[in-house]
């Protein structure tokens, strides 16, 4: 699928979000709610964002570290700077700048950190699961939490028999991509070797009991921690709803939502994620806009700035990251 083509799909998707979201409410209604919301706690849940953010960046070295010393590579900052990314670019720039930036170190090359990313998908998928296990039996009922709970299981589920293949058949997997990548441009070919190769490192690295149960144990903090942002945000608002409950329904319908290719920022899809979580608890599209419109601002802000400070930090600019994503994203297509 063509760049233009996929651009286009995602705008497609942010406006049907934009119209679930927006028709029939007054916005000023929504934007005034935001107005009461209480300040100490709406800095704890700026302080989950970033936390969760620091965790990422935990998992991803401790990942990373399955393929050889990491030394001072700025594993955090280009942490900071995909998420940055991702909320300012099309098309999920940031998994593409983050595996750029490690590279930079020489440490690891870029289609084995690249090769990583994929690998955190995994563990997010897996976490995911769970979550959505925990979501069904707080919340029971509910057409849009059934319908996104068949969804992510059955990727779980897909992901997870692939996990099982790469790690049972790694060697004879490494052979078949190394005889059809000699078929391609030598370039090319070295790409998706050493992609390969590290995807299949950073598995078998993992397969180890305690290395999978410490990758896990960050995964759970993760996503442990963006519940907690949520349920942050219900008391920021004063929200008349279970806040447990609410927490994991928000997560994972959020989660869900923000899946699905669309714009810069996930505007739009966010905003409906966050409408159909809080409509299980008979929560009004109102509020619940004001409330999915919180955490998006919070998002925005946290991340931007961590982004910005890890860019001064590495005398980078987004201009120049971004533009050797798309150089990288042009050779490999």
Do not use: K
Not at 245 to 262: C, D, E, R
Not at 274 to 302: C, E, K
Not at 308 to 323: I, P
């Amino acid at each position: 699928m063509s760049r233009r083509v996929q651009i286009a799909l995602s705008l497609a998707v942010t406006a049907a979000a934009l119209w679930y979201s927006l028709h029939g409410l007054d916005l000023g209604e929504s934007l005034a709610a935001l107005r009461s919301v209480r300040a100490g706690w709406l800095a704890v849940v700026a302080l989950l964002a970033a936390f969760s953010l620091w965790v990422r960046g935990a998992r991803w070295r401790y990942i990373l570290s399955t393929l050889g010393p990491l030394g001072d590579t700025p594993v955090f900052e280009a942490t900071c700077i995909g998420f940055m990314g991702n909320m300012v670019l099309p098309l999920r720039a940031g998994e593409i700048i983050r595996p750029m930036v490690v590279a930079r170190s020489g440490a690891v090359r870029m289609p084995s950190a690249l090769a990583t990313v994929a690998i955190e998908r995994l563990l997010d998928l897996a976490m995911l699961a769970l979550l959505v296990v925990v979501t069904l039996y707080l919340v029971p009922g509910g057409p849009e939490l059934r319908g996104v709970a068949r969804v992510m299981l059955g990727l779980v589920f897909v992901a997870l028999v692939g996990l099982v293949v790469a790690i049972r058949w790694a060697e004879p997997i490494e052979r078949f991509v190394e005889r059809m990548a000699a078929r391609l441009p030598e370039s090319v070919g070295h790409a998706v070797v050493d992609g390969a190769r590290g995807f299949l490192a950073g598995v078998r690295g993992l397969s180890r009991p305690a290395a999978l149960a410490t990758a896990m144990g960050w995964s759970a903090i993760v996503w442990l921690a963006t519940v907690a942002g949520f349920m942050a945000s219900a008391l920021a608002m004063g929200l008349p709803a279970p806040l447990v409950p609410l927490g994991f329904a928000a997560t994972v319908i959020v989660a869900a939502a923000v899946s699905v290719p669309s714009a810069p920022g996930f505007i739009g899809v966010f905003w409906a994620g966050s409408q159909m979580a809080l409509g299980l608890f008979g929560i009004d599209r109102s509020t619940a806009l004001s409330y999915g419109l919180l955490n998006w601002i919070v998002q925005m802000v946290v991340i931007l700035s961590m982004g910005a400070w890890s860019l001064s930090r590495l005398d980078l600019s987004l201009g120049e990251v971004a533009s050797a994503a798309r150089g990288a994203e042009e050779g490999a297509g």
